[in-house]
């Protein structure tokens, strides 16, 4: 869970005032995100099922797909899909998983 929070404050950082033009032309900020994606995915497979079962208001199974069509399918993605995904996908998967790691303590 902490390394889903911390790939989503370093995507944050990144585009932070960034616009799409922006975003789009910088091939490094671009691949930079990309990989904390990535991290995302990866991270979110990590997490037992049975824990993934029990908290269903989250879409695990499109986050870890995200990660498995950025590694191996990379070519169909989209920057457009990158940043999307950036901007409107993960702060409400930033407020969850807050809250699950609040929950933890």
Do not use: C
Request: aromatic share 12%; glycine share 2%; no cysteine.
């Amino acid at each position: 869970m902490e390394h889903i929070l911390s790939a989503i404050n370093t995507i944050n950082q990144f585009l932070e005032g960034q616009d799409f033009e922006s975003f789009s032309r910088n091939e490094m900020m671009y691949f930079a995100v990309v990989k904390n994606v990535e991290i995302i995915g990866e991270a979110a497979y990590m997490i037992t099922n049975e824990y993934r079962e029990k908290h269903t208001e989250v879409e695990w199974r499109s986050i870890i797909s995200m990660r498995h069509v950025l590694v191996h399918g990379y070519y169909q993605i989209s920057k457009a899909e990158v940043w999307d995904t950036a901007k409107n996908n993960l702060p409400p998967l930033k407020a969850k998983i807050e809250q699950y790691l609040s929950e933890m303590k």
